[in-house]
C-alpha cells in the first residue's frame, strides 16, 4: 500500500504539503489563488451508494446536499469522520476515474472553479466511468473541471 501510494505521488507530482491540522495551502498563482484542498476532505461515496448519489446528481456535475443525505448516503456508518466545522459546505460532485482502487482524487480550487483529478495505476486503459465525491469547501463554487489520469 505504501509503494502504491509512493508511486501515484511520483507518477502524477500530486503530492499535497497538507496535514489534517492544516485544513487547506493557499499557493499563489501569477493572477489567481490556488487553494488545494486537504485530502481529509475528500470521501469518495461508498460503492453500494454509489449509483444512489449519481442518481441525486442527475445532470448535474456538483451540488450542495444536506447532512441527511450525506448520513443516507454512507449507510450512517463513518461519518463521525467527516469535518465538523460550520463554516464547511458540503458538495456531492460527478468526478471521473479509472480504476478506482488503485487510486485517489485530488483537488484544488482557484476562484469560485473546483479541479477534481483521479489519478490511478492499471495495466490497460479501461473506461472512464462517474465517481461520485464528497468535498467540503469553504467558499462556493460555480463549476467544476473533472478529469482522470492513469499510470502503469
Known amino acids: 500500500m505504501a509503494i502504491r501510494r509512493f508511486l501515484l505521488t511520483i507518477a502524477f507530482g500530486c503530492l499535497m504539503a497538507t496535514s489534517p491540522s492544516s485544513a487547506q495551502t493557499k499557493i499563489a498563482n501569477a493572477e489567481n489563488k490556488q487553494i488545494d484542498i486537504c485530502k481529509c476532505r475528500i470521501f469518495k461515496i461508498p460503492e453500494q451508494s454509489s449509483q444512489h448519489a449519481l442518481q441525486i446528481l442527475s445532470k448535474?456535475?456538483?451540488?450542495?446536499?444536506?447532512?441527511?443525505?450525506?448520513i443516507t448516503l454512507?449507510?450512517?456508518?463513518?461519518?463521525?469522520?467527516?469535518p465538523q466545522q460550520n463554516n464547511l459546505t458540503p458538495y456531492l460532485i460527478k468526478g471521473t476515474g479509472f480504476y478506482e482502487d488503485t487510486g485517489n482524487f485530488f483537488a484544488s480550487q482557484i476562484d469560485h472553479t473546483l479541479y477534481v483529478t483521479h489519478g490511478s495505476l492499471g495495466h490497460t486503459m479501461p473506461p472512464?466511468?462517474?465517481?461520485p465525491v464528497l468535498i467540503f469547501l469553504?467558499?462556493?463554487i460555480d463549476t467544476i473541471?473533472?478529469?482522470?489520469?492513469?499510470?502503469?
Do not use: L, V
Not at 473541471?145 to 502503469?152: F, L
Open 138 to 140: 469553504e467558499t462556493q
Open 60 to 70: 448535474n456535475s456538483f451540488i450542495i446536499i444536506s447532512k441527511y443525505e450525506i
Open 74 to 82: 454512507f449507510s450512517g456508518n463513518n461519518t463521525g469522520k467527516f
Open 145 to 152: 473541471s473533472a478529469n482522470a489520469m492513469m499510470a502503469q
Open 128 to 131: 472512464q466511468h462517474a465517481i
